[in-house]
């Protein structure tokens, strides 16, 4: 006699092998997706060298992408070839993309940038087609309700094999890309690529390794596109018909459709609604791969013992949700529910404030960055930077364009102001205050000639000393006014010889593990200072150095520097190195070296980024898994797909509105931005509140059921699990 218990059925049936070539297809999968985008949007700006504000646009374009192609992927997958082959072919496809973006990625092989936007295209056509499928597929290894305990547990370990992805790839790829060095590059983006497509080819093997043990359904249709069907018939009646009359216009597709699949749509409508302010969420919470991102590569992220970078900050919202999301299920939810507070509606809504909180935070924070920030001249505006490198103070008088006479005095390092030269040259006047300086007579202690300019460029005007005679001369080399893209601190050098000796050799900085030159560059000497030169602007890493410049005959003393400088992240220098003017002096031959810091560093530490992520994290949880949650509850069963549907398209909306704004360019400073995003989701939730309130919640017979995704064909995960990409 067979037994009918299901605690004895339970027993017969063993746990499916194959979801283990599942999970760590997820792993594989979800490492090489969060890799290569974690380092993506520093891909855009430092590679292909696109602003921040068309790097955005990328960004999201390629978010975008990555959710709209699930519908399509699930309609694939039920319709024509079934989930395996779907999930097989379109991960064939993603890899070629991660190869095409990775080889793309080396310089002088193919067209950079059009290359590599279509290895992304291919690789957001991949992912988001094998979203909607992987989970379902999954699911179908199991026996239902038999094993439902047994498909939980599953969902908890494809969760953790999304997190783990994350987490390693967010932790790893920054390092391959900043530490490493290739190809010709101080960074190695092609490695940070490469290892995500090995990642991705590895996911292949085992997921075909697994194909004896899976259980494969026929496919059956689907359920969106008889939803389609049904309502663009239903429309079309309406419009053509005028004596006939229906409560409700979907009714006009009675006459081919059956009531239940009409009722149920109706049902799926109605939570629809409340679906249109929901993008704006998206808008916000897709932002920390983009604009997040770019304000943490202007900021310290030093610890002393170590240095995070700007793409690894995005590992924080990985590991809070890992955190706070049982805090939030075993502790927060039920105090609220025993005061009778926080439906699953004010769960969504409470959680879009939080994001909102968190961009205005990220606006403060922005606005103590703007204080670091270069001073660019606005349009038609020359910097000029007066340096007097002089041990003596020195009056300096300029009139420009006929205009009343200015003075100033400098007794310390320098001097900058911004002038319109556009329409001629200002006329100069230095005077020295004492006719002897560094026990050197001066003959002629006073200059007078003219400087000119070119708009929105910043220049040095040297003020020195040679022969007895003061000398002022702008340099032809521009001032290193903007901070490097890495972060780190970029140098120049103006070497003042106060002699007639040709330059030699270069300058050198030294430090306990690096040795870095500094080429002269002589077409770029003033011509009116005699032997001044300049090199380079490069970039270096944060730290003390010893300067060593060539001596007369042109060698090096390694053992006796011209002095030391400091570095600190973001800043911009110019150190200005030269001779003693004291031909008696025992520092003539070793130089003297002044620092000169013509942009601040950046000094308001990454750290301070991490209430904004907190804040974004908590919120998220609150709405993103409610959402989810929501859906599943609140749809038909066999609806829940279009559910999901609607869902992942809410996430491309979102990143579409982000392109937009982006796109325009229409906010010059970007804490506006982001204050403008926090007004855009404060209304947005007034929006959602008022159709929250309109709504009546559909009681669920079969709760414990619908917690537990079905295999429909566009499920991307289970909600109590949070295994849903949508909000990793």
């Known amino acids: 006699?067979?037994?009918?218990?299901?605690?004895?059925?339970?027993?017969?049936?063993?746990?499916?092998?194959?979801?283990?070539?599942?999970?760590?297809?997820?792993?594989?999968?979800?490492?090489?997706?969060?890799?290569?985008?974690?380092?993506?949007?520093?891909?855009?700006?430092?590679?292909?060298?696109?602003?921040?504000?068309?790097?955005?646009?990328?960004?999201?374009?390629?978010?975008?992408?990555?959710?709209?192609?699930?519908?399509?992927?699930?309609?694939?997958?039920?319709?024509?070839?079934?989930?395996?082959?779907?999930?097989?072919?379109?991960?064939?496809?993603?890899?070629?993309?991660?190869?095409?973006?990775?080889?793309?990625?080396?310089?002088?092989?193919?067209?950079?940038?059009?290359?590599?936007?279509?290895?992304?295209?291919?690789?957001?056509?991949?992912?988001?087609?094998?979203?909607?499928?992987?989970?379902?597929?999954?699911?179908?290894?199991?026996?239902?309700?038999?094993?439902?305990?047994?498909?939980?547990?599953?969902?908890?370990?494809?969760?953790?094999?999304?997190?783990?992805?994350?987490?390693?790839?967010?932790?790893?790829?920054?390092?391959?890309?900043?530490?490493?060095?290739?190809?010709?590059?101080?960074?190695?983006?092609?490695?940070?690529?490469?290892?995500?497509?090995?990642?991705?080819?590895?996911?292949?093997?085992?997921?075909?390794?697994?194909?004896?043990?899976?259980?494969?359904?026929?496919?059956?249709?689907?359920?969106?596109?008889?939803?389609?069907?049904?309502?663009?018939?239903?429309?079309?009646?309406?419009?053509?018909?005028?004596?006939?009359?229906?409560?409700?216009?979907?009714?006009?597709?009675?006459?081919?459709?059956?009531?239940?699949?009409?009722?149920?749509?109706?049902?799926?409508?109605?939570?629809?609604?409340?679906?249109?302010?929901?993008?704006?969420?998206?808008?916000?919470?897709?932002?920390?791969?983009?604009?997040?991102?770019?304000?943490?590569?202007?900021?310290?992220?030093?610890?002393?013992?170590?240095?995070?970078?700007?793409?690894?900050?995005?590992?924080?919202?990985?590991?809070?949700?890992?955190?706070?999301?049982?805090?939030?299920?075993?502790?927060?939810?039920?105090?609220?529910?025993?005061?009778?507070?926080?439906?699953?509606?004010?769960?969504?809504?409470?959680?879009?404030?939080?994001?909102?909180?968190?961009?205005?935070?990220?606006?403060?924070?922005?606005?103590?960055?703007?204080?670091?920030?270069?001073?660019?001249?606005?349009?038609?505006?020359?910097?000029?930077?007066?340096?007097?490198?002089?041990?003596?103070?020195?009056?300096?008088?300029?009139?420009?364009?006929?205009?009343?006479?200015?003075?100033?005095?400098?007794?310390?390092?320098?001097?900058?102001?911004?002038?319109?030269?556009?329409?001629?040259?200002?006329?100069?006047k230095a005077h020295l205050l004492s006719s002897t300086c560094a026990n050197v007579n001066f003959s002629a202690p006073e200059w007078i000639g003219t400087i000119d300019g070119v708009g929105t460029k910043a220049f040095s005007v040297i003020i020195t000393g040679r022969n007895g005679t003061l000398e002022v001369a702008r340099m032809n080399t521009e001032e290193p006014l903007d901070k490097a893209n890495s972060g780190q601190p970029r140098v120049g050098f103006i070497f003042n010889l106060h002699d007639d000796l040709v330059d030699q050799g270069n300058i050198t900085l030294k430090s306990k593990d690096r040795i870095i030159h500094f080429p002269f560059l002589a077409s770029n000497n003033s011509s009116t200072l005699g032997r001044v030169v300049s090199t380079d602007v490069l970039e270096v890493v944060v730290g003390t150095y010893e300067v060593f410049i060539p001596r007369k005959d042109g060698r090096i003393n390694t053992d006796d520097p011209a002095g030391t400088i400091t570095v600190l992240q973001g800043g911009c220098y110019t150190i200005i190195v030269q001779r003693s003017l004291d031909p008696l002096s025992a520092q003539n031959e070793d130089g003297l070296v002044m620092q000169i810091e013509v942009t601040p560093y950046s000094s308001v530490h990454m750290m301070w980024l991490f209430p904004q992520y907190f804040i974004i994290t908590a919120g998220e949880v609150m709405f993103s898994v409610t959402g989810l949650q929501f859906s599943f509850t609140q749809a038909p069963e066999r609806m829940q797909s279009v559910m999901q549907a609607a869902w992942l398209l809410n996430v491309a909306f979102g990143n579409l509105i982000v392109t937009v704004v982006a796109k325009a360019k229409l906010i010059p400073r970007q804490s506006m931005e982001f204050f403008l995003f926090a007004g855009l989701i404060a209304l947005d939730i007034i929006l959602f509140v008022i159709l929250a309130l309109r709504y009546d919640y559909v009681e669920d017979e079969n709760e414990d059921k619908a917690k537990l995704p079905t295999a429909t064909p566009i499920e991307g995960t289970d909600n109590q699990a949070f295994a849903s990409e949508t909000a990793i």
Request: with cysteine; hydrophobic share 45%; aromatic share 14%.
């Open 1 to 428: 006699m067979v037994s009918r218990d299901p605690e004895d059925q339970l027993k017969k049936l063993k746990y499916p092998k194959a979801v283990f070539f599942i999970i760590v297809n997820e792993f594989c999968e979800r490492f090489s997706y969060y890799g290569m985008k974690t380092v993506l949007g520093l891909y855009f700006r430092n590679i292909l060298l696109y602003d921040e504000s068309e790097s955005t646009v990328y960004y999201h374009l390629f978010s975008m992408l990555c959710y709209f192609t699930p519908v399509f992927g699930a309609i694939l997958a039920d319709t024509y070839l079934g989930k395996f082959k779907t999930i097989l072919y379109l991960s064939i496809l993603y890899a070629c993309g991660n190869i095409i973006l990775s080889v793309a990625s080396i310089p002088n092989t193919l067209p950079q940038k059009e290359f590599s936007l279509l290895g992304l295209f291919i690789i957001g056509v991949g992912t988001g087609g094998i979203k909607p499928c992987v989970s379902a597929f999954g699911g179908e290894q199991f026996v239902r309700p038999q094993q439902d305990r047994q498909l939980e547990q599953f969902f908890s370990y494809f969760y953790i094999s999304i997190n783990a992805g994350s987490l390693l790839s967010t932790l790893l790829t920054p390092i391959l890309r900043e530490d490493v060095q290739c190809f010709g590059q101080n960074s190695c983006f092609p490695l940070a690529f490469g290892v995500p497509a090995i990642l991705m080819i590895i996911a292949i093997a085992v997921f075909v390794f697994g194909k004896w043990n899976y259980k494969m359904r026929p496919t059956e249709g689907n359920i969106m596109v008889d939803v389609s069907k049904c309502v663009a018939h239903a429309i079309g009646r309406k419009l053509k018909s005028e004596e006939e009359a229906h409560d409700h216009w979907l009714d006009f597709a009675s006459d081919k459709f059956d009531k239940q699949l009409i009722k149920d749509i109706k049902q799926v409508l109605h939570v629809l609604v409340l679906y249109l302010p929901i993008p704006i969420f998206w808008a916000l919470y897709d932002q920390q791969g983009s604009r997040w991102l770019f304000q943490a590569t202007r900021m310290d992220g030093s610890l002393g013992f170590m240095s995070i970078k700007p793409d690894q900050i995005g590992i924080v919202n990985p590991l809070l949700i890992i955190a706070i999301t049982p805090l939030f299920n075993s502790l927060i939810y039920p105090c609220f529910k025993k005061c009778g507070l926080l439906t699953p509606l004010q769960r969504i809504g409470t959680g879009g404030m939080l994001i909102g909180i968190s961009f205005v935070i990220s606006g403060i924070v922005e606005l103590n960055l703007e204080k670091t920030y270069p001073r660019i001249p606005a349009a038609g505006l020359t910097q000029l930077n007066f340096v007097n490198t002089l041990p003596c103070p020195v009056d300096i008088s300029y009139v420009h364009a006929n205009g009343p006479e200015k003075w100033f005095e400098i007794n310390a390092k320098s001097f900058t102001f911004e002038r319109d030269l556009s329409d001629g040259p200002i006329q100069v």
